[in-house]
């Protein structure tokens, strides 16, 4: 049986697993794109009857779920199977009400996956962190999603630390 790390390089076959994936298919989430090389990602939450709150607008766990696995699947994908990478932390701050289909954009950028690949090179844990803003249809920032990961090299693929503390 194929594991995760067998499709994590293949870009539309990612993008057709998770929107087939229960979590996202029912709450309506949709990975609308996901480039070549993993560095960027576009996702909607569509509005409808059963993911609306009380007050009618998006719910908001529906929201924070539009943002949960995607960093950690776009690091997976960059970095292969040498890397275990991980959600570790996250937190939502919901500045307005979602009263139509919201959409976010995921964006690893060069810098940000030096700083990781050299953090990690010996074996270390490295913790990056994340915003991305979830908007409206209108491009209004509905809510601001923070996310903390754990990035560490596989056993096997690091080098000895030992080593190189002589």
């Known amino acids: 049986m194929k594991s995760w790390m067998d499709i994590a390089d293949k870009p539309n076959v990612v ?5 087939l994936w229960p979590p996202f298919w029912g709450s309506g989430i949709k990975i609308l794109s996901i480039s070549d ?5 576009k996702v909607k939450l569509k509005l409808r009857w059963w993911n609306k709150n ?5 719910y908001g766990g ?3 779920s539009l943002t949960d696995p995607v960093y950690a699947l776009m690091l997976m994908g960059i970095l292969g199977k040498q890397y275990y990478v991980w959600d570790k932390q996250a937190s939502i701050n919901f500045i307005k009400p979602g009263q139509s289909d919201l959409y976010a954009d995921f964006v690893i950028s060069q810098p940000l996956l030096d700083d990781i690949l050299q953090q990690t090179a010996s074996g270390e844990k490295c913790f990056p962190e994340f915003i991305v803003h979830v908007k409206d249809k209108d491009g209004n920032v509905v809510s601001e999603v923070q996310r903390q990961l754990y990035v560490r090299k596989k056993p096997q693929y690091r080098e000895c630390v030992q080593e190189q503390a002589a």
């Open 15 to 19: 993008r057709h697993a998770l929107n």
């Open 54 to 58: 009380a007050n009618r607008t998006q």
């Open 37 to 41: 090389d993993f560095r960027q990602v």
């Open 62 to 64: 529906s929201i924070f």
